[in-house]
């Protein structure tokens, strides 16, 4: 299969309303879309991903007011993160409607609904009849993409469009906020800082799920994973290496380039910002990933904001 990248909203339309999968860009990171009311379309999301099926799948959909469309029992505080955080990084887990076939929700009976911050895929939501179920464009288990090329490096050939909307600016996936009680509860830290989130709950429940939990196996501690040994480290302790070696760092905001044994070298953000570290925190990966390094050294940045998803990714990224 030729799979063809360009911005035409139309073409990714009529690939989706015949039944197909389209990658899609949004704010965090690019997803793998297909009509989320149709249990054969979704299906081939798991097929290309290889990805396990008791894995549920994030619906997208066009604005708040659908919210009631594909759930029901929406507590309050649910209505009030929509207010306020939607188009945005928020994914809200609550009591599915029946119009959502078992496949999108692995039989759950909740769905994570979201209201992506892309104007070309807001655009493309409202001109279907149906909302897109959509995880992230990647193989199972392994970075997410946050840009056309990172989808057509592992996703080409099997699927026949990748919709160009540019690099993605938050760079990591939403926040997913469940309900438990009528309680809000973070399922996974993300796009959307929790500070943020405390401004309109201030109760909110930090307690974030365990990885063994199989209601949220975006959890899994070896996801977002490169292929290459990554290992947490004080750079400024481990650097220079006294050996000869081959290793790749991945730092916050100093260079490392060109100290003994560091073969590559990523900077998340020159300017130590949290969030421009987490924009570039998968491409960073990605080419760490493809280096001559043999193994990844990382630091942890600044556990504030959007950096405790930065760092949940790199802890998760570290085990295996
Ligand atoms: O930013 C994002 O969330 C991106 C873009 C494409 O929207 N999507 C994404 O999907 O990251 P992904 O591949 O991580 O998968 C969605 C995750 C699942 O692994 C699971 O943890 C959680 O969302 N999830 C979805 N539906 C759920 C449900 N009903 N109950 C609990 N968790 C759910
Ligand atoms: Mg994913």
Redesign the pocket.
């Known amino acids: 299969m030729q799979t063809i990248v360009s911005a035409d909203i139309n073409r990714a339309a009529s690939i989706l309303r015949e039944g197909g999968l389209v990658a899609i860009p ?1 704010e ?4 793998l879309a297909a009509n989320a009311e149709s249990a054969e379309a979704v299906v081939q999301i798991f097929d290309v991903k290889q990805r396990p099926s008791f ?4 619906v ?1 959909i066009s604005g708040r007011a659908e919210l009631d469309r594909y759930a029901h029992s929406v507590p309050e505080s649910a209505y009030r993160l929509a207010e306020a955080f939607w188009p945005g ?1 928020l ?1 809200l ?1 609550l009591p599915r409607r029946d119009c959502i076939p078992d496949i999108v ?1 692995s039989g ?1 009976d ?3 609904l ?1 209201v ?1 911050a892309h104007p070309m895929t807001l655009e493309l939501l409202r001109s279907l009849e149906f909302p897109l179920a ?4 990647n193989p199972f288990g392994y970075i ?1 993409p946050t840009c056309p090329q990172h989808v057509m490096d592992q996703l080409g050939g099997k699927i026949p469009y990748i919709l160009d909307g540019g690099a993605c600016l938050v760079g990591v ?2 926040t ?1 906020v ?1 309900f438990e009680g009528g309680q809000p509860c973070i ?2 830290l ?2 959307l800082p929790i500070e943020k989130l405390q401004e309109v709950i201030p109760n909110l429940n930090l307690k974030i799920s365990q990885s063994s939990d199989p ?5 899994l501690e070896s996801h977002y994973a490169p292929r290459k040994p990554l290992v947490l480290a004080k750079l400024s302790k481990l650097l220079p290496l006294p050996i000869e070696d081959r290793v790749g760092i991945l730092s916050f905001n100093t260079n490392w380039t060109g100290v003994h044994g560091v073969v590559h070298a990523e900077v998340l953000s020159p300017a130590a910002d949290v969030q421009e570290a987490a924009t570039n925190l998968f491409a960073a990966l990605r080419r760490l990933d493809a280096s001559a390094a043999e193994r990844i050294y990382a630091e942890l940045i600044p556990e504030v904001g959007v950096g405790r998803a930065v760092n949940d990714r790199l802890r998760r990224a570290s085990s295996s």
């Open positions: 949004t965090t990171v690019y997803g894995d549920p799948l994030i997208h990084p994914t887990v929700t759950l909740t769905v994570g979201r992506p959509a995880p992230s464009a997410s996936e939403s997913i469940g399922y996974r993300g796009g209601k949220a196996p975006g959890m």
